[in-house]
């Protein structure tokens, strides 16, 4: 599809809150196929569709264990905590250690429309909750600890 620019720290749509996913259609499709090349090319784990301008609640996921494409995603479980260095490709050369759970559940839609769920352990976890703040317009930087 296509490569999109992501957005940087200081763009105010990443402060901005996304909305919900009415329906999936022809561009939601476009957008999150857009939003997995834009992530791979950018040697990224995660992507946000605010983080391409986009304020709809879409993230796509791969830690290395396969994508992950999820529409209208919320954490529905959540267990115990980790700490560890997080970066983000809005916030680009910066990291932080950031406390999240260590395990979580999420539900979305995937583009059929068909509800999902996802577990995450570790850094799939910690991708899941850091592409779902950039949903609330909430970055890694606001919860960095040290």
């Avoid at 980790?82 to 910066?94: F, M, T």
């Avoid at 839609?109 to 592409?131: F, P, Q, S, T, W």
Wanted: proline share 3%; net charge negative.
């Amino acid at each position: 599809m296509a490569i999109r620019n992501i957005l940087k720290d200081g763009d105010p749509t990443l402060r901005k809150k996304s909305r919900v996913v009415q329906k999936i259609g022809e561009r939601e499709i476009t957008l999150i196929e857009d939003m997995i090349d834009t992530m791979y090319n950018a040697n990224g784990v995660g992507l946000a569709a605010p983080q391409v301008g986009v304020l709809k609640r879409i993230i796509v996921i791969d830690i290395g264990d396969g994508l992950i494409e999820l529409i209208n995603p919320e954490i529905i479980h959540s267990e115990e905590e980790q700490i560890d260095q997080e970066g983000c490709l809005s916030v680009p050369g910066v990291t932080g250690e950031v406390s999240r759970p260590k395990k979580v559940v999420a539900r979305g839609l995937n583009r059929k429309g068909e509800l999902i769920e996802v577990e995450g352990e570790d850094l799939m976890a910690r991708a899941i909750c850091h592409e779902i703040d950039h949903l609330e317009g909430i970055l890694f930087t606001d919860k960095v600890i040290k």
